[in-house]
């Protein structure tokens, strides 16, 4: 499955477990964000993994921009946005984009002390 918005992010049940790849490659987008935010520039991180492209750098970042926007910025809502059930799920997925990025500063505090 591609996400309309950014083609180049896939989700395959195959592939690492369900969790969004940079084009079905075995790049999770997390991955490739934890890369860049220790500090890798893109090119650094394009010469120990040659499969990933310029492009492939924005769409992670898209992504990650597109799901952590407010639950009111939301473009493409389903049309019972309204109800309990869809909301909980939003609150949800919130949640649980929440705790990510905190592993991911703990992780990246952990190996770069300052």
């Known amino acids: 499955m591609n996400f309309p918005a950014i083609p180049r992010i896939t989700i395959h049940p195959a592939i690492c477990e369900g969790q969004p790849t940079v084009r079905g490659l075995r790049y ?3 991955q490739v964000l934890e890369w860049m935010a220790s500090g890798g520039t893109t090119d650094e991180i394009q010469a120990k993994h040659p499969a990933l492209e310029p492009e492939d750098f924005r769409a992670c970042l898209a992504f990650a921009a597109g799901r952590l926007k407010p639950l009111g910025h939301v473009v493409e ?13 939003r609150q949800g997925q919130w949640l649980a ?13 952990a190996s770069n002390p300052a």
């Open 28 to 30: 999770p987008v997390w």
């Open 77 to 89: 809502a389903p049309q019972d946005e309204k109800s309990e059930l869809w909301l909980l799920g």
């Open 97 to 109: 984009e929440q705790e990510f990025l905190k592993q991911l500063w703990e992780r990246n505090s």
